[in-house]
């Protein structure tokens, strides 16, 4: 749950780092916020996440003042982009592990 912090070359050279870490054969899972395909899906998907933080206990302020830090201080990607980041840091196969709302798992192997 960090990559979506990381910007431009900087994630794709964390991503090369997994992968140079591992052995043949071997799987890197990762778990991260995506963003939804459409603006419409952004819309949907930011308010839905407001409303959850504010069940659990953020005042409507600091809901607001987490959720405006979307595409400026951490910058998920869409899941097509996700799974092409794997590939071009060098994972033979990459793959959708779990999705649900805005978060993301996916997988890749040496």
């Known amino acids: 749950m960090a990559l979506?912090?990381?910007?431009?070359?900087?994630?794709?050279?964390?991503?090369r780092k997994c992968h140079?870490?591992?052995?043949?054969?071997?799987v890197?899972?990762?778990f991260d916020n995506f963003a939804p395909f459409t603006e419409t899906g952004k819309t949907v998907c930011l308010?839905?996440?407001?409303?959850?933080q504010i069940k659990q206990g953020k005042s409507p302020e600091e809901s607001r003042a987490h959720i405006d830090r979307y595409g400026k201080a951490y910058v998920p990607l869409d899941p097509f982009a996700e799974i092409a980041l794997l590939?071009?840091?060098?994972?033979?196969t990459a793959e959708i592990?779990?999705?649900s709302n805005m978060q993301i798992g996916v997988w890749g192997m040496k």
């Open 4 to 15: 979506h912090f990381l910007h431009g070359p900087d994630r794709l050279t964390a991503l």
């Open 20 to 26: 140079d870490a591992l052995k043949p054969g071997g």
């Open 28 to 30: 890197m899972i990762a």
């Open 47 to 52: 308010e839905m996440w407001g409303r959850y």
């Open 87 to 92: 590939k071009e840091s060098g994972f033979s």
């Open 97 to 99: 592990l779990w999705l």
